[in-house]
């Protein structure tokens, strides 16, 4: 049985931008009639996974499917947003994030696909902290132990897990879901397999166990955006209980009631009843291209840490990944149970550029109270930047 929320959340796409700024609300009477919404691709993304995958999760999302690729003209803001979020916890492997195919990353781990030899993964991965760590099935894998981490590669496919990413990794489990050799959540699962049959693939589909307009009545939840050369496409599904009467208004209701950000910017609004399915599609076509806010437009690095005891210091290396403008690289030690409070400092002080192989020593000797640093990216002066990294040290407290 699948797990919900019992209060509301306020979902925004980017939960890793602190301070999520949307379209502007909806009207007081958003109008509703059928849209031309393109159809979907096939759910291939869910048989990386198995069904032993525990479902009883208060994350907000335990499955997003992206397709990187570039876009055509600009798309709403959400979308880039998202997308920002998934560059950014892509640790940089040889590939560029627009290079793959697809991303599909689960509480167990992040499958990249695409056209590219395993020997390009091989040989950036001998530049970084990461060491051959034997074989599984027809992947080749590695490890490292600073944060833990592992690799599986083959031609086309990188499996990976991370201590700070996924709160149950197992790297495994998910290369047996992808050979077809177990059991897959959506074959024991008939909500999961109703809802990812409904919603099928798109350039970014994110399923949760706390669906965005009504929490505490929906089973299960969907947000997605199709795009194509004319507009984008928002698309909100949630499956509810054979005891909730009127998916449609449910929907409805909520969209009006909490002034659903997702779809502000759209003329009509369609909303569809399938049984217990109930969708909201929209159409917001493609405005003149614009400037990208540079916090949507993360770099992909990969990181080395070490933390000193003694000295109660740590430290960071760019392992791998572009150079950068050093003035775009600030750290904030956070408190234990901060809440909205970042103090920017410079990673690099006194530097113009970053690249690989370079290191920094942040010194937590004076804060006591800090339990992690936080590596954040953008102008100094935005009121919180993205926050690229985090490194929680063993203070032996």
């Known amino acids: 049985m699948?797990?919900?929320g019992a209060t509301a959340v306020a979902i925004c796409l980017s939960t890793a931008l602190s301070g999520c700024t949307g379209l502007p609300p909806l009207g007081d009477k958003p109008q509703y009639g059928r849209v031309d919404i393109p159809d979907p691709g096939p759910p291939e993304y869910r048989r990386w996974l198995p069904a032993?995958?525990?479902s009883d999760t208060d994350e907000v999302w335990f499955l997003t499917y992206v397709e990187p690729g570039s876009f055509h003209g600009p798309v709403p803001e959400d979308l880039v947003s998202s997308r920002a979020?998934?560059?950014r916890d892509l640790e940089y492997l040889g590939i560029g994030y627009e290079n793959y195919d697809s991303l599909t990353r689960t509480t167990l781990a992040t499958v990249r696909e695409g056209t590219f030899s395993a020997d390009t993964v091989r040989s950036a991965l001998a530049e970084t902290g990461y060491e051959s760590d034997g074989s599984y099935r027809?992947?080749?894998?590695y490890a490292r132990s600073d944060i833990p981490r592992r690799v599986a590669v083959r031609d086309g496919v990188v499996v990976s897990?991370?201590?700070?990413?996924?709160?149950t990794p197992d790297l495994e489990a998910t290369i047996d879901a992808g050979h077809g050799d177990t059991e897959r959540y959506h074959e024991v699962d008939t909500?999961?397999?109703?809802?990812?049959?409904?919603?099928?693939?798109?350039r970014l589909v994110s399923i949760g166990d706390h669906p965005t307009l009504n929490p505490t009545v929906a089973e299960l939840g969907v947000v997605a955006f199709r795009v194509d050369y004319e507009a984008a496409y928002p698309f909100v599904l949630e499956r509810y209980p054979e005891t909730v009467d009127q998916p449609g208004e449910q929907m409805k209701d909520a969209i009006q009631d909490q002034h659903f950000t997702g779809m502000a910017a759209a003329d009509t609004i369609d909303i569809r009843v399938d049984g217990q399915l109930a969708t909201a599609g929209a159409r917001i076509p493609l405005q003149p291209d614009e400037p990208r806010d540079l916090i949507h437009d993360p770099p992909q690095i990969t990181w080395g840490v070490a933390f000193d005891a003694e000295s109660e210091t740590a430290t960071l290396r760019h392992e791998l990944g572009p150079e950068l403008d050093a003035d775009r690289l600030w750290y904030d030690l956070v408190p234990i149970d901060a809440i909205n409070r970042v103090e920017n400092r410079s990673l690099w002080p006194g530097r113009d550029t970053v690249g690989p192989g370079d290191e920094t020593t942040v010194d937590m000797s004076d804060h006591p109270d800090a339990d992690r640093v936080d590596v954040r990216w953008g102008p100094k002066d935005h009121p919180y930047g993205l926050r690229l990294f985090s490194y929680v040290p063993d203070r032996g407290e």
């Open 191 to 202: 909500t999961f397999e109703a809802v990812t049959d409904a919603v099928g693939a798109s």
């Open 52 to 54: 032993e995958w525990d």
């Open 2 to 4: 699948l797990h919900r």
């Open 161 to 167: 897990t991370s201590a700070s990413l996924h709160s």
């Open 138 to 141: 027809d992947y080749d894998l």
């Open 85 to 87: 979020t998934q560059r």
